[in-house]
C-alpha cells in the first residue's frame, strides 16, 4: 500500500469515525430534550467528545505520515 492510498485511509477513517461517534451523540441529546434525563445528555455529550477527539487524532496521524524528518 503506497502511502497516497494510507493517507486517504487515514481521513476516511477520521470522518467515518467522527460521524459514527457523533450522530448518536447528537441523538441521545435530542431525545432528551426538555426531560430531566441528565443520563441522555451526558453520554450524548460524551459521545460527541469521543468522535472529536478521535477524529482529530486519525486525520493528524494521517497528515504525519505524509511528512519525511529531516534525518532521513
Do not use: Y
Not at 476516511?12 to 469515525?17: D, H, R
Not at 426531560?35 to 459521545?47: K, M, N, R, V
Not at 469521543?50 to 477524529?55: Q, R
Amino acid at each position: 500500500m503506497n502511502l497516497t492510498s494510507m493517507k486517504t485511509l487515514a481521513r476516511t477513517g477520521a470522518v467515518l469515525s467522527f460521524g459514527f461517534f457523533s450522530v448518536p451523540g447528537l441523538a441521545l441529546m435530542a431525545h432528551a430534550g426538555g426531560d430531566a434525563e441528565t443520563g441522555q445528555i451526558i453520554f450524548g455529550s460524551l459521545f460527541i467528545g469521543v468522535g472529536c477527539f478521535a477524529g482529530t487524532l486519525l486525520w493528524l496521524m494521517g497528515e504525519k505520515l505524509g511528512t519525511k524528518s529531516n534525518g532521513q
